[in-house]
Every structure is written in C-alpha cells, then in structure tokens.
C-alpha cells in the first residue's frame, strides 16, 4: 500500500507566500511524475504543476512565473513553493504520484490540503 502525506496548507494574504510538502511512502518501487492538482469549490480538478522524475517540469498558465515545484527523488517528496498568492487560487491542493507497477503505471492521490488567500 502506498500512501501520500501532503503539509503546508494553510491561510495566507493576497500577496504572501506557502509551501507545500507530500511525501510518498510504502511499497514504492519507483516513482514517475509527482504534481500538485487543485479544486475550488464548484469547479473540477486541475494540474498546477507536475514535474517527471528527470526533472521535468510543466505549470498551469495561470500559475507560471509564481509557483515552483521541485523534487527529492531520495525522499520520494514533492514540494510546491507558492509566491504571489492571489485569493482565485484557494481551493483544496491535491499531491499525485504515478507510481511503476508490475502491472503498468499507477496513480495515487493525496488526501487533500486546503489553502485560503484571503485578506
């Protein structure tokens, strides 16, 4: 079994800045892309950014140039660095992995942090 433990949510001002932690732990054999996704209430689920186990990283539009993920391959961990913060990117921060099985490429899904921008 395989979990995901994400930290960091919080409540910050427009403006301010947190960081997200999600550490992977249990039968990992390896690990292929780690990213963040987001849901505001009413609307669907979507990518903020991933980044692949070489490196590789993609971002949202709507979170370029602000945000920045970055990785620990050692630790199994994903880190979200979030600058700038404005209050339309409150919602609940998903981590996911996509994990290599025996059985082909498998995703997993983080519990859930909520971050609040808000004055």
């Known amino acids: 079994q395989v979990q995901l433990v994400e930290s960091g949510g919080g409540l910050v001002q427009p403006g301010g800045s947190l960081r997200l932690s999600c550490a992977a732990s249990?039968?990992?054999?390896?690990?292929?892309?780690m990213g963040w996704y987001r849901q505001a209430p009413g609307k669907q689920r979507d990518l903020v950014a991933a980044i692949t186990s070489g490196g590789r990283s993609n971002y949202a539009d709507s979170v370029k140039g602000r945000f920045t993920i970055s990785r620990n391959n050692a630790k199994n961990t994903v880190y979200l660095q979030m600058n700038s913060l404005k209050p339309e990117d409150t919602a609940v921060y998903y981590c996911?992995?996509?994990?290599?099985?025996?059985?082909?490429?498998?995703?997993?899904w983080g519990q859930g942090t909520q971050v609040t921008v808000s004055s």
């Open positions: 249990g039968s990992i054999f390896s690990i292929n892309a």
């Open positions: 996911h992995a996509e994990l290599a099985t025996m059985l082909g490429p498998y995703d997993y």
